[in-house]
């Protein structure tokens, strides 16, 4: 039998994984992704799930130790985008110009 992969996602990131070609089940809350999972696990085709990890750390112990537990499917967590605040230009530019000359430079 051929093993198919899944995801379990936020909506922010399912679309670039439909992009890429792949299924996805959506989940906003903990309690979305252990209904998902479950789904998941009972259907025999399904080798691999692929979960953010958000998601995952959210479930609750007991459903966390049972998909790590389980031979199939293999449940794997991914790390989520994160959304920090980009350092200011300037300072890019400094990082960037002591890696290159390696050493600091004062920019006025």
Not at 53 to 71: C, K, S, T
């Amino acid at each position: 039998m051929k093993r198919r992969t899944r995801i379990v996602c936020t909506p922010a990131l399912a679309p670039g994984f439909r992009l890429a070609g792949l299924p996805v089940q959506e989940a906003v809350t903990a309690a979305d992704a252990a209904r998902e999972l479950s789904a998941l696990r009972r259907r025999p085709e399904v080798g691999i799930v692929l979960m953010e990890e958000g998601l995952f750390e959210a479930l609750a112990e007991e459903e966390r130790a049972a998909a790590e537990r389980g031979a199939l499917p293999i449940v794997v967590p991914f790390p989520g985008p994160e959304w920090a605040r980009a350092e200011d230009a300037e300072a890019y530019v400094v990082r960037l110009l002591r890696r290159a000359i390696g050493y600091r430079v004062r920019l006025r």
